[in-house]
């Protein structure tokens, strides 16, 4: 039995993380920002009816505990790492799996809107990994996974502001992976390609849209042999390296890469 941390429980694919966890038999801590969706998961994982419990915690049973809390408050987030720790007695998996898009045209034209989806991109996921990344580097051991994106791989007009958070995760992700080999710690960048969720319901479907189930069974299995990165669903390790590699005049000049 592991020990799993998810933090972002309640997006459509964390929670059907956790769900793969709860099958296997592991213990569960899982962390989101809203305390009603957080109970559904929670109910999923344990396979119960029954209500959450009205306690500090959050315990369905023994082998599962939840908190409520907004990555975006950052000082809190060392706290939230803290607290998990203790819940379990320490982490052997943890995922990452919070992120919102934001609104490439108000990030133009705002900073205070381009600084909030640096901050829940970036930001907050550096705070939440620096003392998750201290805790299994000081116990020797320990599988971290992180969800990044494919639009992390080059800055294109319809999302560059989200982009660039994922692009600049991406880069401290490689180097917290080589710090953390030596202590025998996996670190895994997690590059999703668009999948079918909630966050994505305004935007046109096509065949390249991965299923939450799915892409929740990739990560899973890119996390237990120790991938240092994967592209999510597999397709796109194709694909991406033609995007990235496109010289700039030709890829201005390519609309449905350069478009918005």
């Known amino acids: 039995m592991k020990r799993v941390l998810v933090l972002g429980a309640t997006s459509a694919i964390a929670a059907h993380v956790a769900e793969i966890h709860a099958r296997r038999g592991d213990r569960l801590h899982l962390v989101a920002r809203s305390e009603t969706k957080l109970a559904e998961v929670a109910r999923r994982c344990a396979g119960t009816p029954n209500a959450i419990d009205a306690n500090a915690t959050g315990t369905i049973a023994t082998t599962l505990t939840t908190e409520v809390a907004d990555f975006d408050t950052l000082a809190s987030n060392g706290d939230v790492i803290a607290r998990a720790i203790a819940a379990m007695g320490g982490i052997d998996v943890a995922l990452i799996a919070h992120g919102a898009l934001g609104d490439q045209i108000a990030s133009e034209e705002d900073f205070d809107h381009a600084e909030a989806i640096l901050r829940t991109n970036f930001t907050s996921v550096v705070s939440l990994l620096i003392p998750l990344a201290n805790h299994m580097e000081s116990a020797h051991g320990g599988s971290l996974g992180v969800i990044t994106s494919v639009a992390g791989d080059r800055g294109r007009p319809r999302n560059y502001t989200y982009g660039s958070a994922k692009g600049a995760l991406n880069v401290f992700l ?87």
């Open 174 to 260: 490689q180097g917290l992976r080589t710090r953390l080999y030596v202590a025998g710690v996996r670190v895994t960048t997690l590059k999703l390609g668009p999948v079918d969720t909630p966050m994505t319901r305004d935007h046109p479907k096509n065949v390249l849209f991965g299923k939450p189930e799915t892409v929740a069974r990739d990560i899973v299995r890119a996390m237990d042999r120790g991938a240092a990165e994967a592209y999510v669903p597999s397709i796109w390790a194709f694909i991406m390296p033609i995007v990235k590699h496109t010289p700039e005049r030709l890829f201005q000049r390519l609309s449905f890469l350069s478009g918005r």
